[in-house]
């Protein structure tokens, strides 16, 4: 398996956690990521309606960069947002929906 890229997150706790940083390399990016039973996009999607479920806000952001770059869409994340209002809560929807907002703001 070729090394992944680390990330901002990864990066900002390696110096404090660093086990926990290198399992996240290894074992998530390097491992479970990489496994060619689901497509990174279909891992992305199912990533990012899982922290907007469990209110994972700080990963989020993170996670719907990596979703576009995966190849899911805007309109498609629009509609997990809006599907997971019904399931997850209304509250975890429109957060969700702010940290969208934030990104596609950014970039």
């Given at each position: 398996?070729?090394?992944?890229?680390?990330?901002?997150?990864?990066?900002?706790?390696?110096?404090?956690?660093?086990?926990?940083?290198?399992?996240?390399?290894?074992?998530?990016?390097?491992?479970?990521?990489?496994?060619?039973?689901?497509?990174?996009?279909?891992?992305?999607?199912?990533?990012?309606?899982?922290?907007?479920?469990?209110?994972?806000?700080?990963?989020?952001?993170?996670h719907l960069a990596r979703?576009?770059?995966?190849?899911?869409?805007?309109?498609?994340?629009?509609?997990?947002?809006?599907?997971?209002?019904?399931?997850?809560?209304?509250?975890?929807?429109?957060?969700?929906?702010?940290?969208?907002?934030?990104?596609?703001?950014?970039?």
């Amino acid at each position: 398996m070729p090394p992944q890229p680390t990330s901002p997150a990864r990066e900002a706790i390696r110096g404090t956690v660093p086990m926990l940083a290198e399992i996240s390399d290894k074992i998530i990016y390097g491992e479970v990521w990489e496994r060619p039973g689901l497509s990174k996009r279909d891992r992305s999607l199912i990533t990012v309606a899982t922290l907007i479920a469990l209110g994972r806000e700080k990963q989020l952001d993170g996670h719907l960069a990596r979703a576009l770059a995966n190849g899911v869409t805007k309109d498609e994340i629009a509609e997990i947002i809006t599907h997971l209002a019904f399931y997850a809560g209304w509250p975890a929807a429109m957060t969700a929906a702010t940290i969208a907002k934030d990104l596609y703001e950014k970039g």
